[in-house]
């Protein structure tokens, strides 16, 4: 569970409310998971990932974490996805 906490807050820094768009978790699981297993640098893969699933809209809502904060539910499902298909590449 800790690690699931640091990914989402890790993932915050590349996806911000102010950002416009939502990210397809399926998609950024995909990409995120694909560049990991090639060795590319987590944060690189982070990055690139949130590019190639953004797409327009704000189809997102804030949710409160167990530690009060605030963090998008899109980015929640990335990192649930992310988990899901590459737990053991994810740092």
Known sequence: MKKFFFVVASFVAFATPAQAGTILPNLYAKTYCELRSVGIQSEDARRTAVMESMISG?????????DGSLVRSDIVL????????CSELVK
Do not use: F
């Not at 704000?58 to 167990?66: E, F, G, I, L």
């Not at 990335?78 to 298909?85: D, E, F, G, H, S």
């Open 58 to 66: 704000d189809n997102w809502t804030m949710v409160k974490r167990a």
């Open 78 to 85: 990335a990192v649930n996805a992310t988990m899901q298909r």
